[in-house]
Every structure is written in C-alpha cells, then in structure tokens.
C-alpha cells in the first residue's frame, strides 16, 4: 500500500517549500517586459493579436516547447477560469497566453480538441522568455499583472483551484488573512491503473479508491486532468475517519499510442496535490 502522505522526508519537503517562496519573494513587483509583433492564432488561423493594454489586471501564461505540451497548456482547465473570470470580473481582466510552438501544427490540433477559442500568441523565437528569463518550474510560469504589468502573484490558476481564489480575491479587493487548514492522511492501494489495450473512441472507465488515514475528515475541493479525454467524477462528502470514498475517471482515448494520463486531486491532504495515474496502450481496433 502506497503512503501518499509520507512520499517525501521533511528535508525535501522544506527545500520545495525554500524554493517557492524564493521565486515568489524574487518575482513579484517584478515589471513584465512585452515583445512587439509575436503573431496571434485563434484554433489554428492567424487572427488579430489582443493589444496589451493598461487593464486593471492582466493575467499572463508562458508555456514552452519542452516535454508534453497538452499537460502543460491544460486549455480544459482554462476554459473553466476564462468563463468564471467573464462571468465574475467581465471587461476587467485580460487574458495574455504566450506559446512557443516547437510543432504549430500540433498546437493548433490542440487548441481545436479542447475548444479554445481565445487569441494565443504564436512567440515563434521565445522573444518573451529572453526578455524575461522566466523561473523554470512550470508552475511558476503564470502571473497576475496589474496595469503596469507589474507582478502581483505567482502560480497557475488551471493547475491550483488555491492559486485561483487568490487571484479572484485580489482582483475582486476581498483578499483575506491566510486561513488555518487541518490536514489528514491518504492511502490507496493502485495509484495507477493500466487499463491495457485500448480503442480509439471507445470510453474506458476506472476507479482508485481513497482511504482516510487521519483524524481529520477528508475533503475534495477538486480533481483535475490534462485533456477532456479524461473525465474523473467524485463525491463531495467529507470522507470520514477509517472510511473510503471513489474517485472513477472516464477516458475516451483519441489517438493511437502510448497513453498516460495524470489525474490531481486536490484537497485536505498532506502534500497535496495527490497525483493518480491512468495508463494504457491505445491502436485503431484495441488488439
């Protein structure tokens, strides 16, 4: 049985901890500096880029080209924060995505997949990261700007629900004292799941079960993927002391190939986020 809150021994826990506040303590009042003439695509056509203007807020996203694209853009989750952040603080907020396509055509598959329509900018010669020389961990690559493009918060509100009340707060004027949480204990026995030969368009499901080890009772405050082909469904009852609760995940594979898929799930729990696993070989017939 896998101890997902006894992972890591206190020292790297403290240097993890080290790090953030280092890069947040470094970054904000920081002044972002903005490139000229990187081009704008909406769903794979060129289109006219958003002018950077002196909004009350701006929130910027860098992403590069290293490693898995899709599970670093998370445009689902983004989706999610640009429709609450229209109904909440319309006209308010500008949304500022920065792409640098190592392969464009793959880019624009993606943002048509997951029906993002909002402008990205194509930074084709990674102008904004030169400029800027941004922190390296992914996470710490989105920003919360005020009208001088100045930093007032770090951390991506797609990849923590956390990250995002904080900045609705400090937009909305509301931001309060830090809040004490009381945190519990999870095991599980199969935090990753290989579900074997797959079909193309076919829906797959799985379930992991979570067990309260602590005192405290448990609670989910959101689960997270990295595509809409992996929907994961949860209750939001607080899980008692000694009791379990299931967490099942829907997959509808899309392309054939190796897959691997994170599911987050966030909530009370010691080093939170907890980070699930669904796996998976996936061919045209499933043979």
Known sequence: M???SGLFVSCKKDKRTDDARKIVSEWTGKQIKFPDGIPCVATGSEVDCIPLSNQSYKILMYVDSVGCISCKLRLPDWNVVLAEADSLFSGKVDFLFFFQPKNERELAYLLKRDGFYHPVFFDRKNRLDRMNHFPSPMEYRCFL????NRVLLVGNPALNPKIWELYKQRISGEMQPE?????TTVTT????????MMKIGKIYTCTFILKNTGETPLVITDIRTVCGCTVPTWSRQPVAFGATTEVKVEVTPDTPGNFRKSVTVYGNVENTPLQLLVMGEVTVNGE
């Open 2 to 4: 896998l101890l997902l």
């Open 145 to 148: 700007l005020d009208s001088e």
């Open 179 to 183: 809040q004490t949480t009381v945190y």
């Open 189 to 196: 026995e199969t935090p990753r799941q290989n579900l074997g």
